[in-house]
Each structure stands twice: as structure tokens, then as C-alpha cells.
């Protein structure tokens, strides 16, 4: 009896600031085919990454899949207003790896805190003993340099009728300065200072049933480096 092989899909997505060619979509491939796939940042907007399933790729534009299994690409683009650079990025633990959920864009070149908010997917937040893991990364490989500055994090969790629920945050450890919960609890002026490449590790309580989803809020400020 001949068996019928499934052409393998890929489904491709662009974060804000950009599009790709082929079209955010998906797409069906004859086995074994190689598919290029292009960024394209919009006005302001530059190239960041690449992310190939777990795999990140920071240089590759276009970049080249081969079609041997289903594959999930992911073009992000960061925001660069007269040379600006960097700005955090968010990870979430899933139980078994981090999700990338892109840059964050919270550049102001006034200095001044601005708030932005990023939807969660809630079967990518891991719940291990009511406790959520979050992870800030400042800028990313192949930057010469980038800092933010950050006052407040937040976590909501959204029920199905769209109500939100605070889960508090109760650790939060920096790669380079360790306990941070005091900067990072309250919009005022304490605040903490991220370099290139350094991380922010949070932990929230999440005491929640039936979580449709999730709201990760920030303010803070990555000012333009002219």
C-alpha cells in the first residue's frame, strides 16, 4: 500500500516594524524544497533577528529553510530613531525553554518613562508551584551597545471575559547587580540600569485558574544614541 507523505508547512510572522517576503502566512512546500524568505523593515525600523523555530539567527537576511518538517520563522525588527539602539527583550519560560517574545520598544529620546504592554500566549507561561518565570534581556548579539533604564514591571493574568488580575511580583535578579525587586516594584525614581547583553530574571505568583492569557507590562526608557 503507497503512503501518502503531507508536504511540510511553514508558517511565517514579522513582530511590529516590518513585514517579509513571502508575506506573513502560511505555506505548503514540496519536501525537501528551499524556501528564502526576506525582511523588510518599515520606515525607522531595522532588521534584528531571526527566530527558526527555538533557534535564533542574527545575520541571516534573506534567510534559507529547507522543507524537511514544519517549520515556524519569525522576523523581528527594532525601532531606530536617528541611530537609536537596543532596547530589552522579553523571554518566557515555557516549562522547558525560553519563548522569545521579541523587542520591546520603550525608546524616548526625552528620557522620559514610557509604558508599553505585550500579550502572552498562556500555554507559553509555565505554572510551577502558582510561580511564573519572566526574563529580560537587554539588546541582543551583534550590538556595539545599548541600555535601558527600567521603573516598574508588571503581570496581569486575563480571564476569558477579558478581567485582569495582578500576580505580584516577588523576585527579580539582575545578571550584574543580583536583587533588584525593591527598582522594580513601583512607577517612581528608583530605578535599574541595563547594559548590553545583561539580563533581568522575574518571578511572579500566579494563583489563577482558567488564564486565557496574559499581559506583561513595562515602563522604562532606552533614550536615542545620536
Known amino acids: 500500500m503507497q503512503v ?16 517579509t517576503n513571502p508575506s ?24 534584528a533577528y531571526w527566530l527558526l523555530d527555538s533557534t535564533t539567527y ?30 530589552p527583550t522579553l523571554f518566557v519560560w515555557n516549562g522547558t525553554a525560553y519563548v522569545d ?39 541582543w548579539e551583534g550590538l556595539n551597545f545599548s541600555e535601558s533604564v527600567i521603573d516598574q514591571v508588571k503581570l496581569y493574568a486575563v480571564d476569558k471575559n477579558g478581567k485582569r488580575y495582578l500576580c505580584p511580583l516577588i523576585s527579580a535578579t539582575h545578571s550584574s547587580l543580583g536583587n533588584v525587586l525593591p527598582q522594580l ?20 505568583v500566579v494563583a489563577y485558574q482558567n488564564v486565557q492569557g496574559f499581559a506583561f507590562v513595562i515602563e522604562g526608557c532606552n533614550m536615542f544614541k545620536m
Open 185 to 204: 516594584m513601583a512607577s517612581d525614581d528608583y530605578k535599574v540600569q541595563t547594559l548590553l547583553l545583561e539580563t533581568i530574571d522575574l518571578k511572579f
Open 24 to 47: 506573513p502566512g502560511t505555506y505548503s512546500y514540496y519536501y525537501g524544497t528551499s524556501v528564502s524568505v526576506t525582511a523588510t523593515p518599515s520606515s525607522g525600523y531595522y532588521f
Open 58 to 87: 542574527y545575520y541571516s537576511n534573506p534567510i534559507t529553510v529547507t522543507m524537511t518538517a514544519d517549520h515556524s520563522l519569525k522576523a523581528y525588527f527594532y525601532y531606530s530613531g536617528g541611530g537609536g539602539d537596543g532596547c
Open 4 to 19: 501518502s507523505i503531507r508536504d511540510p508547512i511553514l508558517s511565517i510572522s514579522a513582530s511590529w516594524g516590518g513585514t
Open 101 to 139: 517574545y521579541g523587542v520591546i520598544n520603550i525608546h524616548n529620546p526625552t528620557g522620559e518613562d514610557i509604558v508599553q504592554e505585550v500579550a502572552v500566549k498562556a500555554e507559553d507561561v509555565s505554572i510551577s508551584n502558582y510561580k511564573a518565570v519572566f526574563r529580560l534581556r537587554e539588546g
